[in-house]
């Protein structure tokens, strides 16, 4: 299908805080870059040839963040876990902090978000058909 989303990056005023916040939280196997002019760090969150999901990177941030707080100025992603709670308390252990607590997709799902050490707002979503 065309037009499908192929890569993610995210924004960080200290890239190899964040390289130890997604390795330490999701498992993520991130590598730096070396063939570029500046500095980047390739994120592969599963499989390469995976049917399901998406790789990415981090990047230093160009600018100012937004204000604590404020909308998105950019894609949130959402990250699917087996076990909603244990991934929150795993990414506020490493010094995430709640954005949108968790709540019901009725029928479908638990989802809620964080904001991790670099500000930036991620989704959990957690599927589950008896989410009230």
């Known amino acids: 299908m065309p037009n499908r989303v192929a890569h993610f990056e995210i924004h960080a005023d200290d890239p190899e805080r964040a390289v130890k916040f997604y390795t330490d939280v999701f498992g993520w196997d991130i590598q730096k870059w070396e063939g570029g002019q500046m500095e980047y760090w390739m ?24 204000a604590p707080a404020s909308g998105l100025n950019a894609y949130c992603c959402t990250i699917v876990v087996d076990d909603f709670d244990a991934a929150m308390a795993k990414a506020l252990e490493h010094g995430a902090t709640i954005a949108m607590p968790k709540f019901s997709i009725a029928g479908m799902a638990w989802q809620g978000y964080f904001l991790d050490p670099e500000g930036n707002t991620v989704g959990l979503h957690q599927a589950d058909v008896n989410a009230k």
């Open 43 to 66: 994120v592969m969150t599963g499989e390469r040839d995976s049917a399901g999901g998406i790789n990415g990177g981090i990047i230093h941030r160009p600018c100012p963040a937004p």
